[in-house]
């Protein structure tokens, strides 16, 4: 499954809820891109290379790396992409690279092992995401994470536990948050539609308890697979 969302969505902390129920891993196309390039596989220093040039890595390239992930056999039973695809000719390229995987497994099955890629959105209204990002807050001492919104400290600024003065991450402010937005808009609307025009997609209200988003997920997942998915 894809888990859509924009920054501050909670997409992270669903991923880490749904990885410990169903026994899957998350695949990021980051985690990727940093341990082919730290093993110096071909696909690292490809990468490298680019990257150090200041580019973007290639499609192919991040398709290749994501190819060779989805052979282990911890991912078998099911993973939960992050960043990927992230683009629509990905989005496409992956379809064709699991309907291709799909077409050789033995018609003696009783089911595929190879599913379509499903996609849920987790949808946050702007102004709760803006406070999500711009009140968090993190202890240099214990790293407890505060947000001065929802979830601020006994004294301001001050960690309960150390004392320490709380800090904001540099990129955690309204102008960043703001330019990130549009990054994702623009790079998810496609992915979104792609999704929704073949019936995979489903949107999700991530402005409630985390276990509340999380059964919501489920409910879509069992929606979308038409089979049976834990409650």
């Not at 150090?52 to 060779?68: L, P, R, Y």
């Amino acid at each position: 499954m894809l888990l859509l969302g924009a920054p501050g969505a909670g997409k992270g902390t669903q991923a880490q809820v749904l990885m410990a129920e169903f026994a899957i891993p998350q695949i990021s196309t980051g985690d990727l891109l940093r341990a082919n390039i730290a093993s110096g596989t071909e696909l690292g220093l490809k990468a490298k290379g680019l990257m150090s040039q200041g580019q973007f890595v290639d499609d192919e390239t991040v398709n290749s790396m994501v190819a060779e992930r989805l052979t282990h056999s911890d991912a078998a039973r099911g993973y939960i992409l992050d960043g990927f695809p992230r683009t629509l000719p990905q989005a496409d390229w992956l379809d064709q690279h699991l309907a291709s995987a799909g077409s050789t497994q033995e018609a003696a099955l009783p089911v595929p092992l190879v599913l379509p890629v499903i996609a849920v959105s987790i949808n946050v209204a702007y102004d709760q995401l803006l406070q999500r990002i711009t009140g968090r807050r993190t202890c240099p001492a214990c790293n407890r994470s505060y947000n001065v919104y929802s979830q601020p400290p006994l004294k301001p600024g001050i960690c309960d536990v150390e004392g320490a003065a709380l800090q904001q991450r540099p990129d955690d402010t309204e102008a960043v948050f703001a330019e990130r937005m549009k990054t994702f808009n623009a790079q998810t609307a496609p992915v979104i539609d792609h999704y929704r025009r073949k019936g995979r997609f489903e949107e999700v209200d991530g402005d409630q308890p985390v276990e509340v988003v999380t059964a919501a997920i489920k409910a879509a997942l069992r929606r979308l697979r038409g089979q049976e998915v834990p409650a």
